[in-house]
């Protein structure tokens, strides 16, 4: 399976800031996929990131609080702005492969304090 | 909208006895159905999926999973638990039609007990 490095693996960061997650895949996908996830609970779907298009988000989720770049069929960020405790969480990036598995990195532990 | 069901927060077996895991899923079009296992302080690995075939798929590290349509359900199973199964397992579904997100279930902690 293809491989995504993911990082930072985990930050704390002061309410009012913005933090920005790199996911490096690789191999060429066309679909990322951005999800939080409490520790031990469910994955939430953020929004879908492809190549050459805006991102699309889910219901609850907003481009100015979350905007997500994908330069290339390779790489994705994510950015968590204007920081509030409520955003502490551990954030995933994922990508389907043709196979329609979806492989993960390893996460982002995010504090806000 | 599609959504899946965990109903069990918890599933705990003894060593050696077979295991169920449940899932229940609704979804428009065509399933495309997925078991993924979280190692504690690990990331999400894949298990196994359905996406047409057979009704009984084979996955990884001797699990299996059955899909049966009329009850909209994909069941994780195992003959023999080991210890080491013991994680948290999450249900996945997407449809084959609209938006090619995929959705997870609340997750089910598996416990084997020795």
């Known amino acids: 399976s293809a491989v995504i490095s993911q990082k930072p693996s985990r930050d704390i960061c002061q309410r009012g800031t913005s933090l920005t997650i790199q996911c490096q895949v690789d191999s060429q996908v066309t679909m990322m996929f951005w999800y939080r996830q409490q520790p031990g609970q469910s994955l939430t779907l953020i929004a879908t990131a492809n190549q050459g298009s805006e991102a699309t988000y889910e219901s609850g989720f907003v481009i100015d609080k979350f905007p997500i770049s994908r330069p290339n069929l390779t790489f994705s960020t994510l950015t968590v702005s204007n920081m509030s405790p409520e955003d502490s969480s551990i954030y995933l990036c994922?990508?389907?492969?043709?196979?329609?598995?979806?492989?993960f990195g390893s996460g982002t532990q995010l504090s806000v304090l | 909208a599609q959504s899946v069901a965990q109903p069990e927060d918890q599933v705990n077996v003894a060593e050696g006895n077979p295991l169920t895991v449940k899932c229940t899923y609704s979804?428009?079009?065509?399933?495309?159905l997925f078991w993924y296992v979280q190692y504690p302080n690990r990331g999400l690995q894949f298990l196994l999926k359905?996406?047409?075939?057979?009704?009984l798929v084979k996955g990884s590290y001797g699990f299996e999973a059955e899909f049966n349509k009329s009850q909209t359900s994909f069941h994780l199973k195992k003959p023999s638990a080991l210890v080491s199964d013991s994680a948290l397992y999450f249900c996945a579904v997407r449809g084959d039609t609209g938006g090619f997100k995929t959705i997870f279930g609340a997750g089910t902690r598996l416990f084997v007990k020795a």
């Open positions: 979804v428009s079009g065509n399933p495309y």
């Open positions: 994922s990508a389907r492969e043709r196979n329609e598995k979806l492989f």
């Open positions: 359905y996406i047409t075939g057979d009704n």
